[in-house]
């Protein structure tokens, strides 16, 4: 499996972007699919993760009402809309995978925000907010 972000770029304050995330290898509808960031100096912290189908989704408390993740399974892409952004979320920003197929229980998103839950990451996608 590899993963290749991209999207990434300057926006001002206030401004959107939205970043892509191709996924590369079999079975992509088994996944799900996440971002994370990493800010200069500081730990790479969690963002948003979708399951399977895209139907369902979990957000940092940070991002809610401003990012949206979104799946495309025919097309193997994950993306994150971005809107409303700070100079404080400038970070590398990248996508992970996590081998997880569907069970007959719903999938507890939240479980899913440590690093150390994913099995495959991008490079990352660096995005910077300023004037």
């Known amino acids: 499996v590899q993963l290749q972000a991209s999207g990434g770029g300057l926006v001002q304050p206030g401004g959107s972007l939205r970043l892509s995330c191709a996924f590369s290898g079999r079975s992509y509808g088994n996944y799900i699919m996440a971002w994370f960031r990493q800010a200069p100096g500081k730990e790479r912290e969690f963002v948003a993760v979708?399951?399977?189908?895209?139907?369902?989704?979990y957000y940092a408390d940070s991002v809610k009402g401003r990012f949206i993740i979104t799946r495309d399974n025919a097309k193997n892409t994950v993306s994150l809309q971005m809107k409303s952004l700070e100079s404080e979320e400038t970070a590398v920003y990248f996508c992970?995978?996590?081998?997880?197929?569907?069970?007959?229980?719903?999938?507890?998103?939240?479980?899913?925000?440590?690093?150390?839950?994913?099995?495959?990451w991008g490079q990352g996608t660096q995005v910077t907010v300023s004037s």
């Open positions: 992970a995978a996590r081998w997880h197929p569907q069970g007959p229980s719903p999938i507890q998103l939240e479980l899913r925000t440590n690093q150390g839950s994913y099995d495959y």
């Open positions: 979708v399951d399977w189908s895209g139907s369902r989704t």
